[in-house]
């Protein structure tokens, strides 16, 4: 079973440049997140989709940050304009779980995308 | 919403001891805590996760702990080797569909 794929794997730019990040999700799965990860600490949420609607995005910097998942599959996330404390490891997950399922499947992560701005 | 505790940040161990990592948990509606296991510039990987139906659960070296009544959770490794060296996250979710809400992280350094 191939894995979640995710794109680029390093990332440098100056802060109030934009970037993208792509992931693509293990086959079937329903459910797609996006964590952050600053150094140091523990993946923090994103967002969540569920196909291709927004389920969690309480934790998104909205002014900065968007995310899409237009036809269910594939996730972009961007950042624009982006800030020094944006440096961070942005880990894409999927699982098969969807809401109000009865059962919690595993979430399965990509390697990441480190970016660092400066 | 979840806050997820995780201590300690560190933990160092000689080889062939055992290590333990607690969590505590805020929100009671939480019923799944899995444990992750982050080696360095890698991806967290699940290496055991246990259900609130359940209070303990074992895999090899590796075992789980839910006090479902105090909202804690531990994770035991036994026999430890230096390839266990990583950073170890927990984590808690509601029923099926939730995010995961992460601890922070221990880092655990195992010696020969």
């Known amino acids: 079973e191939a894995g979640v794929a995710q ?3 390093y990332k440098i ?6 970037v993208a990040f792509w992931c693509n999700p293990i086959s079937g799965h329903a459910t797609l997140y996006w964590y952050q990860q600053i150094l140091g600490q523990g993946p923090k949420l994103l967002i969540q989709f569920q196909n291709n609607g927004v389920v969690d995005d309480s934790q998104l910097p909205k002014d900065r940050f968007s995310a899409e998942r237009l036809k269910g599959v594939d996730s972009t996330l961007k950042i624009q304009p982006a800030k020094l404390e944006d440096s961070a490891v942005y880990l894409c997950a999927s ?4 809401a109000g399922g ?10 990441g995308t480190r970016l660092t701005v400066t | 919403g979840e806050n997820v505790e995780q201590h300690p940040s560190t933990l160092s161990v000689q080889e062939g001891d055992s290590a333990v990592i607690k969590c505590t948990y805020s929100d009671s509606a939480s019923n799944y805590f899995p444990w992750y296991k982050q ?3 890698k991806r967290p990987q699940l290496i055991i996760d246990i259900r609130s139906n359940v209070g303990e659960k074992k ?12 909202k804690h959770f531990s994770l035991h490794i036994t026999e430890t080797q230096p390839e266990d060296s990583a950073v170890y996250f927990c984590a808690a979710s509601r029923n099926s569909g939730y ?3 992460f601890g922070k992280g221990t880092s655990l350094l195992v010696t020969p």
């Open chain 1, 102 to 111: 009865s059962y919690n499947s595993p979430l399965h992560f990509g390697n």
């Open chain 2, 39 to 41: 080696e360095l510039g």
């Open chain 2, 99 to 101: 995010a995961l809400n």
């Open chain 1, 95 to 98: 699982s098969f779980s969807t």
């Open chain 1, 7 to 9: 794109s680029p794997r």
């Open chain 2, 59 to 70: 895999d090899q070296r590796i075992a789980v702990t839910l006090n479902k009544t105090a």
């Open chain 1, 13 to 18: 730019i100056e802060k109030r440049q934009s």
